[in-house]
C-alpha cells in the first residue's frame, strides 16, 4: 500500500467514501432521474408524415412498416386522429399518379392536384387545430425523379426556382400553413417569400430544409412517393450537400434565414446529430430534423427481426434529437411515439 501525494489512498477508500462525487446518487429512483432530466419530448414536438395517392383507402408502404399510402377519402379521419394525439403539424407527400409525371413536372403547379386537394380536405375538418406543412420540390412530378428542371443533363437552379414560387403559391392558397422546400436550389427561399408576400400570404411560413444531405437514407421515400425508378440511380449530389461537409451547413443555414426562412430543418436526422447541435448553438432559431425514412425503415426492420426494442429505440432516438438541440422532429413514428407518451 503506498501513499503519495495526489493520489486516493485504499485506507481512505476503506472509510466508506470512496469518491467525493457520486453520480449514480440521482440516478437511482425515477423521481430523480425526472426531476434532473434536460431534455423531454412530448407530442407537441412531433411532425406526421403523410403520404397521400390518388386512389380511395389506404396501402400499405412496403419499405416503411407501418406508414400507408392514404387516399384522399382517409384525410379527414386521419386529421381527426392527428388532433386527439396531441401532435401539432403533419406534413404532406404526394404519390403522383405515373402517367401525370412529366419532364417540366406540370402537375406541381397545378391548383386541383393531390396535394392541393389534401390541405383543403384538412382545413375542411379541423381548420386551424392542425398545422399543415407542404414540399416544395419537383421530385414527386417529374419523369426524371429530380427535385428541378434538368437542361443537358444538369438540374437548373433559376428556372427551376421560378416554379418553385408557383407551387408555393398554389400550396398557400390551398391553405398550406407551412411551405418547406427541400429541393436545395440557391436563393429559393428568397423568391419563394417574394412570392408569398406577393400573392398576399404574409403570415405563410417557410420552413427551409435548409441542410440536406445528398442521402442514401431516402430511399424507402423515394419508393412512397414512387420516384425511385424515375429516378433510375441518378444522383442528387449537384445541389444536396455532401455528407463530408459541416461548416457548409451553416453556410446553408444564414443565407436561408437571411433570405426570410422562419425555421430550419436538418435531414437526415440521426447521422448529422452533430449539424443539429452546431445550427442550434450557432443561430437559436426554431431548428427542425427529419428522421428520415431509411432511419425508420432500419430502426423497423431490426425490430421486426427481434433484434432491437421498438418503443426503446424510438423513444431513445426521438429524445437524442431534444438533446442535439432540435425544436421538433419530423418522424414516421410521431403517431406511435404520440400514443405510448399518452399512455
Ligand atoms: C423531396 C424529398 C425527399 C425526402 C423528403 N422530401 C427525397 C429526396 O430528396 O430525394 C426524403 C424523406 C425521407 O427519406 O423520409 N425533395
Redesign the pocket.
Known amino acids: 500500500m503506498c501513499r503519495s501525494e495526489g493520489t486516493i489512498s485504499v485506507s481512505q477508500f476503506s472509510r466508506g467514501s470512496y469518491p467525493a462525487t457520486r453520480m449514480r446518487r440521482v440516478r437511482r429512483h425515477s423521481w430523480s432521474r425526472q426531476l434532473v432530466a434536460e431534455s423531454s419530448l412530448t407530442a407537441s414536438d412531433l411532425i406526421w408524415?403523410w403520404f397521400v395517392f390518388d386512389e380511395k383507402g389506404r396501402v400499405a408502404v412496403g419499405s416503411l412498416p407501418g406508414v400507408e399510402r392514404l387516399g384522399v377519402d382517409q384525410i379527414a379521419r386521419q386529421a381527426a386522429a392527428a388532433c386527439e394525439l396531441g401532435i401539432p403539424a403533419i406534413a404532406i407527400?404526394p404519390a403522383t399518379d405515373p402517367k401525370l409525371k412529366t419532364d417540366d413536372a406540370r402537375e406541381a403547379v397545378n391548383a386541383e392536384n393531390l396535394v392541393c386537394r389534401t390541405v383543403r380536405a384538412i382545413k375542411a375538418e379541423v381548420g386551424d387545430s392542425l398545422g399543415v406543412i407542404c414540399?416544395v420540390?419537383l421530385?414527386p412530378y417529374s419523369s426524371h425523379g429530380q427535385?428541378g428542371l434538368v437542361r443537358d443533363g444538369y438540374v437548373v437552379n433559376d428556372e427551376t426556382i421560378e416554379v418553385l414560387c408557383q407551387q408555393a403559391i398554389i400550396q398557400a392558397e390551398a391553405g398550406c400553413d407551412i411551405i418547406a422546400p427541400?429541393?436545395m436550389m440557391d436563393g429559393r427561399i428568397g423568391a419563394i417569400r417574394a412570392a408569398l408576400d406577393g400573392a398576399g400570404k404574409i403570415d405563410v411560413q417557410i420552413m427551409s430544409y435548409a441542410a440536406?444531405y445528398a442521402s442514401a437514407?431516402?430511399g424507402?421515400?423515394?419508393d412512397a412517393v414512387g420516384s425511385s425508378g424515375n429516378l433510375a440511380g441518378g444522383s442528387?449530389m449537384t445541389y444536396?450537400q455532401s455528407p463530408t461537409q459541416s461548416d457548409e451547413a451553416l453556410h446553408e443555414v444564414a443565407l436561408d434565414l437571411a433570405e426570410g426562412a422562419d425555421s430550419v430543418m436538418i435531414?437526415p436526422g440521426m447521422p448529422y446529430l452533430d449539424i443539429v447541435h452546431r445550427v442550434k448553438a450557432t443561430f437559436a432559431v426554431p431548428t427542425f430534423v427529419?428522421q428520415?425514412?431509411?432511419e425508420y425503415a432500419m430502426l423497423s426492420a431490426a425490430a421486426q427481426n427481434g433484434w432491437l426494442d421498438r418503443q426503446q429505440v424510438m423513444m431513445e432516438s426521438l429524445t437524442a434529437f431534444k438533446r442535439a438541440g432540435a425544436d421538433g422532429i419530423l418522424t414516421y413514428f410521431a403517431p406511435e411515439a404520440a400514443e405510448w407518451l399518452k399512455s
Request: proline share 10%.
Open positions: 408524415p407527400f414540399d420540390a421530385d427535385d427541400s429541393d440536406k437514407f431516402y424507402p421515400f423515394r442528387k444536396q435531414k427529419y428520415v425514412s431509411g
